[in-house]
């Protein structure tokens, strides 16, 4: 049995809305935004390791209500101040805090 490769893109952004339980066209506005990661390819897939970012972005967006440039910003940051591993580390720290949030705490962010 191979291993699971978590940079292979496989999942499209409705499975992964399922995931988060998030409305499909929610992600898709993130994505407009230019909030999610990019893909080049015609018919966007996103890696599991890209789930940690998309769930970073909505918990941004739908708990803490920042808005696509304050996103932007923070994203930003991490990306330009963390090398890969401390960033996965992070990711993963924030990860255990969004599963301490109850539903109600998270609205769907379709005005950012």
């Given at each position: 049995?191979?291993?699971?490769?978590?940079?292979?893109?496989?999942?499209?952004?409705?499975?992964?809305?399922?995931?988060?339980?998030?409305?499909?066209?929610?992600?898709?506005?993130?994505?407009?935004?230019?909030?999610?990661?990019?893909?080049?390819?015609?018919?966007?897939?996103?890696?599991?390791?890209?789930?940690?970012?998309i769930?970073?972005?909505?918990?941004?967006?739908s708990?803490?209500?920042?808005?696509?440039?304050?996103?932007?910003?923070i994203?930003?940051?991490?990306?330009?101040?963390?090398?890969?591993?401390?960033?996965?580390?992070?990711?993963?720290?924030?990860?255990?805090?969004?599963?301490?949030?109850s539903a109600?705490?998270?609205?769907?962010?379709?005005?950012?």
């Amino acid at each position: 049995m191979a291993l699971l490769n978590n940079e292979k893109n496989v999942l499209p952004l409705s499975s992964i809305a399922e995931i988060l339980t998030a409305k499909p066209r929610t992600l898709k506005m993130y994505e407009d935004k230019g909030l999610l990661p990019s893909k080049k390819e015609t018919k966007k897939l996103y890696s599991i390791n890209d789930v940690k970012s998309i769930a970073y972005v909505h918990y941004l967006a739908s708990a803490k209500k920042i808005n696509a440039n304050g996103i932007k910003y923070i994203l930003g940051m991490l990306k330009d101040n963390m090398d890969e591993k401390t960033r996965n580390d992070f990711l993963d720290i924030v990860q255990i805090e969004m599963e301490k949030l109850s539903a109600t705490d998270v609205k769907d962010a379709t005005d950012i």
